[in-house]
């Protein structure tokens, strides 16, 4: 019998993982990580398309890095799938702190896939998002304010939020992160971790993202001049937020 607990997820029965299908772009779906996606990361983070506009992934990228990403992710992921098939007599769908999911892949005609991105939602990790903007951003005052967004239990409304992504870029520009976004907001993060408050982030320049975060509701709250440097680079920072209060999915209407 199928674990309720996983809606709105599908199986998959050739990998036996639970996945979710993006909304408009029926062929693109989320899963977990796999052992096999470790190879290709270093190529990926390591394309300028890509690292240009991520401020916390090292440069240059090794596998060694790509074997600690992987097993941090999969271990977060094999936590959840626990505690969801440990749950999956509970009358009602438990809320949980993370998301199973993350890897985006384009879903061929026999079956196989292709691995393109990556998604994740968590709480607000840059102490700097969440302190008002008329303190002191010292390292204490960040550090305080961090630590009360972790603290707040789960499903308290009040948490802070962030996400990131990219995709690979011979997928740029086809509106599949802008779905990704939409699907894995309304479908997972909503209605199974309790979002309300989302603060999210781009690097100025990076028109790409951004328009991603506008078309799912975002607003600009923020801007950060010489937010921090990267490859020897200081870089601007846009902030916008997110509230459920201000938005509704798109096919509700």
Request: with cysteine; charged share 25%; hydrophobic share 35%.
């Amino acid at each position: 019998m199928a674990n309720p607990q996983l809606h709105p997820f599908e199986m998959n029965s050739l990998t036996g993982e639970p996945f979710l299908r993006l909304r408009n772009h029926r062929q693109i779906i989320i899963t977990p990580p796999r052992p096999e996606d470790v190879a290709l990361y270093p190529t990926i983070m390591n394309d300028s398309r890509i690292y240009e506009w991520l401020g916390s992934p090292p440069f240059p990228y090794t596998s060694e890095h790509a074997e600690e990403w992987y097993l941090k992710t999969k271990t977060l992921s094999d936590d959840v799938l626990k505690k969801l098939n440990a749950a999956r007599n509970e009358p009602n769908a438990i809320l949980l702190n993370d998301c199973p999911i993350r890897n985006i892949r384009e879903l061929k005609e026999d079956g196989s896939d292709v691995f393109l991105g990556d998604i994740g939602i968590s709480r607000v990790v840059e102490g700097k998002f969440l302190v008002p903007a008329e303190e002191d951003t010292s390292e204490e005052t960040k550090a305080k304010y961090k630590a009360a967004n972790d603290a707040l239990p789960l499903g308290d409304p009040d948490i802070a939020w962030t996400v990131g992504y990219y995709i690979i870029p011979n997928y740029h520009g086809r509106g599949i992160m802008t779905d990704a976004l939409q699907t894995l907001l309304w479908d997972w993060a909503v209605p199974r971790m309790g979002v309300r408050h989302i603060i999210a982030s781009a690097f100025e320049g990076n028109t790409g993202s951004l328009r991603v975060f506008q078309k799912n509701g975002f607003v600009s709250s923020r801007f950060f001049e010489n937010h921090i440097q990267t490859r020897g680079q200081w870089r601007n920072l846009h902030v916008l937020e997110w509230k459920h209060s201000y938005n509704e999915p798109p096919w509700s209407a």
